[in-house]
């Protein structure tokens, strides 16, 4: 499987950087080399920040938590919602709103107004409203739309965020710092590692480079889902077990408690010294039941 993954790494050209005229010396450990101006990333050291970061997210998913995508550049919007939309996790391909953690009630009432103007078109589709009133609707929800449908069933803060290129995403960085979420980022030699919890080095203006990424952190999505559904049955069914082994003992009992009339006890109590026979064979039959 390792095999197979650095072969598809390499097949991506992952590990063509910058040019060496504008690389950030941060990235000095993450270089293999430098050929015609240009420089060549450890390919050992984009494995090891992928399996890292696989394993952090799917760790975070089997806690119950959500995983946010940054990546608006052209090269990493399509694939973000082709990957993640079927993983079903969040993400923001169109522009950063700035608060968009930070302020997330603000959000929320955005993608409210969304689901407002939504209802309004499947019910009369604006049959109501003047032209230029359907326009200016139709215009609103197509702006919210556009920037917030990733985000639309994101009702708390993501457990960890997966960013893009951080020098352009730099706004999303920071409000993931302040409210200290973890980030793991696909940074390439022109980028500043620091700003990443986890850093994936790699190019990250090649399309297939970005799909490779996306593609095994999503696996790593799913396989969390899958460690987190479980759990909860396992620990129910277990639970059902233990109780169910308690309860046939005391039900019986109680069942032969409950058969004893509860207004005439001194007639139960001289019906049993009348036959003790009778009891003692009961406590008989009942004893290899229990």
């Known amino acids: 499987m390792a ?15 910058q040019r060496s005229s504008s690389w950030n010396p941060k990235m000095q450990r993450y270089i293999y080399a430098k050929r015609n101006g240009i420089h060549i990333i450890d390919i050992k050291e984009t494995v090891k920040g992928l399996l890292l970061a696989k394993r952090f997210v799917a760790k975070t998913v089997a806690d119950g938590k959500d995983v946010c995508f940054v990546g608006t550049k ?12 079927d993983v079903k996790m969040h993400y923001v391909t169109e522009r950063w709103l700035g608060g968009m953690l930070t302020n997330f009630r603000t959000i929320r009432s955005r993608l409210k107004r969304l689901e407002e103007l939504e ?15 359907e326009s200016q609707l139709r ?22 965020m997966i960013i893009v290129d951080v020098a352009r995403e730099m706004t999303a ?13 696909l940074i390439d030699t022109d980028g500043d590692p620091a700003l990443a ?19 095994e952190l999503c696996k790593s999505i799913t396989e ?24 046939p003992r005391r ?37 290899p039941a229990e």
């Open 3 to 17: 095999n197979t993954l650095v072969q598809d790494l390499i097949e991506a050209g992952i590990h063509f950087g």
């Open 74 to 85: 052209r090269q990493a919007k399509a694939v973000l919602e082709e990957r993640v939309r």
């Open 119 to 133: 209802a309004i078109e499947a019910d009369d589709n604006f049959a109501s409203y003047s032209k230029k009133m």
């Open 139 to 160: 215009r609103e929800m197509r702006k919210i739309k556009r920037n917030l449908d990733g985000v639309r069933n994101m009702n708390k803060v993501p457990g960890v």
């Open 173 to 185: 960085l920071k409000e993931a710092r302040k409210l200290g979420i973890p980030t793991i980022c």
């Open 197 to 215: 919890d986890i850093p994936i080095p790699g190019n990250d203006d090649s399309m297939r480079s970005i799909d490779v990424i996306i593609k």
């Open 224 to 247: 969390g889902k899958q460690q987190r559904k479980p759990e909860p049955g396992r620990d129910e069914s277990a639970a059902g077990e233990e109780s169910g082994e308690d309860r």
């Open 251 to 287: 039900s019986r009992r109680a069942q032969y408690r409950s058969d004893e009339p509860a207004e005439a006890p001194a007639a139960a109590a001289d019906s049993e010294s009348q036959a003790p026979d009778t009891s003692s064979t009961a406590d008989a039959v009942a004893s």
